[in-house]
């Protein structure tokens, strides 16, 4: 299972970024996927998720509105849109796998995902 995130960049606020997670080495539509990030100084925190089993979504509430998931099997990728980019949106973005341990399941809780790729950096500022 191997995840690879790209995307990030240097943006002011108000901008917008796609983040994307290319897979590879399973079936995608098997996993949820779950974007998170970290900013210095803070705990890691659940972003959004998608559901592989219907492809709903789970969002933080700091990100409602303003950040979309989504899923393109085809391309065996997923990704994250940030718009209205805001400050305290400036930290590493990871996205993360996991086989859903029950029928329906996804969650922010990146204790519960097994599969990690790197981080790309995220900074917001004027």
């Known amino acids: 299972v191997q995840l690879q995130a790209s995307g990030g960049g240097s943006v002011q606020p108000g901008d917008s970024l796609r983040l994307s997670c290319e897979t590879s080495?399973?079936?995608?539509?098997?996993?949820?996927i779950g974007w998170f990030r970290q900013a210095p100084g803070k705990e890691r925190e659940g972003v959004a998720c998608?559901?592989?089993?219907?492809?709903?979504?789970d969002y933080a509430n700091s990100v409602k509105g303003r950040f979309t998931i989504s899923r393109d099997k085809s391309k065996n990728t997923v990704y994250l849109q940030m718009n209205n980019l805001k400050p305290e949106d400036t930290a590493v973005y990871y996205c993360?796998?996991?086989?859903?341990?029950?029928?329906?399941?996804?969650?922010?809780?990146?204790?519960?995902?097994?599969?990690w790729g790197q981080g790309t950096q995220v900074t917001v500022s004027s």
């Open positions: 998608i559901s592989n089993y219907d492809e709903s979504t």
């Open positions: 080495g399973f079936t995608l539509e098997r996993y949820v």
């Open positions: 993360a796998a996991d086989l859903p341990p029950a029928y329906g399941w996804y969650s922010l809780n990146s204790a519960e995902y097994d599969y």
